[in-house]
């Protein structure tokens, strides 16, 4: 089954303990599609500039994604540029340069509008919206996500997205700023109400949370002895729910519980090494190794 997604593909410049990168390939559309790439095919909508080459393009080159709906206009791509804190729990964004972002109006090839699965990454809700009205049917799976600018900025948008999504995947910040609840439970309860079946709850380095119905699933995050840049962490974790989903095709109790261990295992990939570095080299029996790692990790007799 396919998955379309939708939002930035950037240029970052990252400082961690670690080191530092002046400029590498980012975007959360980026990372989601690389990470999704490994389990579905993938089709991507957004937009770059002139200075996104054919060499940058090779991120996307010989895996299953579709970069037709990959615009690429006049003047320069997206530049994001941020700071992590000495524990690397923090994070300070230094820049943000729209670019050719700041005019970007998402067009679906006629082709993606029969997309069954979905995924809207970080943009505005209102060309959140736009992607969903040029759905042709209705799909099978529409994932949202979202930060706290819009939550504040443009919550009215936003709180009508919501009532047509079937997951919302936000951090535990997002979470408690939407719903102004601090218990993480009452949070998920509250944010159903507003429309979304489904929550996941992503908490950094404490794992991720499933809220559906009167059930909550939780899977940790992979203890790590090497973590070198949390960047496009929430977004790979997205991108491997999100292709785990749709290569089951279908959404029950146990596709679910799958879809969010292989998003814990993209995401404890991708902050092994700065940006895609990681992400970009997997081979897929490491996937499968680190999943049953983290069964190994999680079982235990009654
Ligand atoms: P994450 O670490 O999962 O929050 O995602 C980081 C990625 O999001 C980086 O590669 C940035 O290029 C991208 N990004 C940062 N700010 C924004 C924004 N305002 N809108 C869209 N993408 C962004």
């Known amino acids: 089954m396919t998955l379309l997604v939708v939002g930035s593909v950037a240029f970052d410049a990252v400082e961690t303990p670690h080191g530092k990168v002046e400029r590498m390939i980012g975007g959360a559309a980026t990372y989601f599609a690389v990470a999704a790439s490994y389990f579905v095919s993938v089709r991507l909508v957004g937009v770059v500039g002139e200075d996104f080459t054919h060499d940058d393009a090779a991120i996307f080159r010989g895996r299953r994604i579709d970069t037709a709906g990959l615009e690429r206009v006049k003047g320069l791509t997206f530049f994001w540029a941020g700071r992590y804190s000495p524990d690397m729990n923090d994070r300070t964004t230094l820049r943000t340069d729209l670019n050719v972002f700041a005019d970007f109006?998402?067009?679906?090839?006629?082709?993606?509008?029969?997309s069954p699965f979905v995924f809207l990454a970080n943009i505005q809700p209102a060309l959140?919206?736009?992607?969903?009205?040029?759905?042709?049917?209705r799909p099978k799976v529409v994932a949202l996500d979202t930060m706290n600018y819009?939550?504040?900025g443009s919550n009215a948008e936003l709180r009508?997205?919501?009532r047509d999504v079937d997951v919302l995947m936000i951090n535990d910040a997002e979470a408690r700023q939407l719903s102004g609840e601090y218990n993480l439970l009452r949070a998920g309860r509250a944010i159903r109400a507003?429309?979304?079946k489904m929550l996941v709850i992503k908490r950094g380095e404490h794992g991720?949370?499933?809220v559906e119905g009167n059930s909550v699933f939780s899977v940790p995050a992979m203890p790590l002895d090497k973590v070198h840049d949390p960047t496009g962490a929430g977004?790979?974790?997205?991108?491997?729910?999100m292709g785990s989903l749709a290569a089951a095709g279908r959404v029950n109790s146990a596709s679910l519980r799958k879809a969010m261990v292989y998003g814990s295992v993209m995401g404890s990939f991708a902050v092994e090494h700065f940006g895609l570095e990681r992400l970009r080299h997997l081979?897929?029996?490491?996937i499968n190794a680190r999943a049953r790692q983290f069964k190994k990790l999680t079982h235990f007799n009654l």
Request: aromatic letters at 10%; a positive charge; charged letters at 25%.
């Open 208 to 210: 991720a949370l499933l």
């Open 105 to 114: 109006q998402p067009k679906l090839p006629e082709i993606y509008r029969k």
């Open 235 to 241: 977004d790979s974790f997205a991108g491997g729910f």
């Open 150 to 152: 819009w939550i504040e």
């Open 160 to 162: 009508e997205l919501l």
């Open 283 to 286: 081979k897929r029996p490491e």
């Open 194 to 196: 507003m429309g979304p």
């Open 128 to 137: 959140q919206r736009s992607v969903l009205q040029q759905m042709g049917a």
